[in-house]
């Protein structure tokens, strides 16, 4: 390896197609262990790096900048940054590129099967079948709600949500949205609904999230929100823990003010284990898998190896977050 190839630290080790890219056009030091680097050993390793490759366990925030004098860009294999102090990143004039596009149906699917999961009382089931409790067929065992032809209010009509809207139209299902801006394609695809919130939570059977987190959306459902749901609805997140006030769903969940939850993400990342979410029955937790194909981890990782040597090549970023700061330009 030529030591003139650009200094690079890469905070976990990626699938080897990505690998090879970011090793064919930088000198890269890849973090091996399965936690994130601790934070002091993060700010020592950007101290020469000239590309940084991250994930969303990484804070990325202007102490770590001033630490990095060198840095001209920046990449996350995720498509949320809201770990990543973009501003700061581009006041400095470095670019910050995420992973969009290539995770979108894979976290659609996600979204649908923890739908599916709650509804149905999926994992209870599991657990019921594995128990010893199984004595018979009976009428009423495990019954949930329909979810072929119920209401889906889905909250943040984007990529994500438009492929959700997909799926829940193959399920014939009634569907309600609301965004900043009118989806046309998921109105006439779909037969979507534009509602404001108050309207989607009070008439859907399911509620989806799907909106970045900004300062906009931290706790964009909180106790209020629950309060207009039916106690029937099943409320479903696959974007961002912190969208959600999660002391309010967990006691909307145990009065039973809504029937049920799926979980892919939560205000603590792990979820502790004594949070007492894990003592309800009505929710289904998931570990932050919603991309978790072996493909579309494949795919974000090489697209954010890609960012990360177009960056090191002064090139514009495939998928740069900030339209402004595409490239690196010393301010
Ligand atoms: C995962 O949560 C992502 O933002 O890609």
Known sequence: MSSNLPCVFV?????????????????????????????????????????????LTDRIDAELLDNAPNLRVVSQMA?????????????????????????????????????????????????YARSGAWQTWSPMLLTG??????????????????????????????????DAQRSEAAEQNFG?????????????????????????????????????MKPSAIFINTSRGPVVDQAALYEALKRRQIAAAGLDVFE????????PLLQLDNVVLLPHIGSASIATRTRMAVLAAENLVAGLQGLPLPHPVDPAVTRFARP
């Open 11 to 55: 905070t976990r080790r990626l699938p080897d197609a990505a690998m090879e890219i970011i090793h064919s056009a930088s000198a890269a030091e890849v973090w091996q262990e399965e936690m994130p680097p601790p934070r002091a050993v993060l700010l020592e390793k950007v101290r020469a790096a000239e590309g940084l490759l991250c994930l």
């Open 79 to 127: 498509v949320g940054f809201d770990n990543i102090d973009v501003a700061a990143c581009s006041a400095r004039g470095i670019p910050v590129g995420n992973t969009p596009g290539v995770l979108t149906e894979t976290t659609a699917d996600l979204t649908f099967a923890l739908l599916l999961a709650a509804a149905r009382r999926i994992v209870e089931a599991d657990r």
């Open 145 to 178: 709600p329909d979810v072929h032809h119920a209401t889906l209010g889905i909250i943040g009509m984007g990529r994500i949500g438009y492929e959700v809207a997909r799926r829940a139209h193959g399920f014939e299902m009634n569907i309600l949205y609301t």
């Open 192 to 228: 979507a609904q534009f509602a404001d919130l108050g309207t989607l939570l009070s008439q859907s059977d399911f509620v989806t999230v799907h909106t970045p987190l900004t300062p906009q959306t931290r706790h964009l459902m909180g106790a209020q929100q629950f309060a207009r």
């Open 268 to 275: 603590v990342e792990p979820l502790p284990l004594t949070d």
